[in-house]
T-cell receptor, first 109, second 116 residues
């Protein structure tokens, strides 16, 4: 079983719609969770961190965490063409972050 | 710019040659990480330093790879006798962590290696 798994995508959404990204992880003791955005040819950029069960909102982004289900999600509201990128879920595994393979989102105008 | 910087940004080399990448972390960060990323995959952990001490290395890191962080400042990652399978983006990241666990990592722009 992979440490971090994401829905494979690609995900295509119309401009203005909500993009929903999912991530599951295998290690029950993980305590911190992150979403990174990566544009093609660029390095990952941190967009959200979440540590407690429930929702955390930052602008158009909402992260949701359910530790009992070992599930993290990211919602992007009012999607814009500039949101077109690969979104990486990362989970704290002690001394390191373990990353999923990413979900590529395309926002079509 | 006070972010993580990496050099060179691109490196093309022939199989069998040695290459070295440099990373300058954010100055107040005590942890420095090296990751490798190939097309369609997420970053893969290679090694990390807490100050100048290299505390963990991935099993993926063969003996052709060596990393240093002298004086707990910048870090270098050297690959000896490069192979075509080493072609990837090498990402450096830094963080500040004053206790266990791992906080937010901030990545540099990466060093893209192509081995011919």
């Amino acid at each position: 079983q992979k440490e971090v798994e994401q829905n494979s995508g690609p995900l295509s959404v119309p401009e203005g719609a909500i993009a929903s990204l999912n991530c599951t992880y295998s290690d029950r003791v993980s305590q911190s969770f992150f979403w990174y955005r990566q544009y093609s040819g660029k390095s990952p950029e941190l967009i959200m961190s979440i540590y407690s069960n429930g929702d955390k909102e930052d602008g158009r982004f909402t992260a949701q965490l359910n530790k009992a289900s070992q599930y993290v999600s990211l919602l992007i509201r009012d999607s814009q063409p500039s949101d077109s990128a690969t979104y990486l879920c990362a989970v704290n595994l002690g001394y390191k972050l373990s990353f999923g393979a990413g979900t590529t989102v395309t926002v079509r105008a | 710019d006070t972010g993580v910087s990496q050099d060179p940004r691109h490196k093309i080399t022939k199989r069998g040659q040695n290459v070295t990448f440099r990373c300058d972390p954010i100055s107040e960060h005590n942890r420095l990480y090296w990751y490798r990323q190939t097309l369609g995959q997420g970053p893969e952990f290679l090694t990390y330093f807490q100050n100048e001490a290299q505390l963990e290395k991935s099993r993926l890191l063969s003996d052709r790879f060596s990393a240093e962080r002298p004086k707990g400042s910048f870090s270098t990652l050297e690959i000896q006798r490069t192979e075509q399978g080493d072609s990837a983006m090498y990402l450096c990241a830094s963080s500040f962590q004053d206790r266990g666990g791992t906080g937010e990592l901030f990545f540099g722009e990466g060093s893209r290696l192509t081995v011919l």
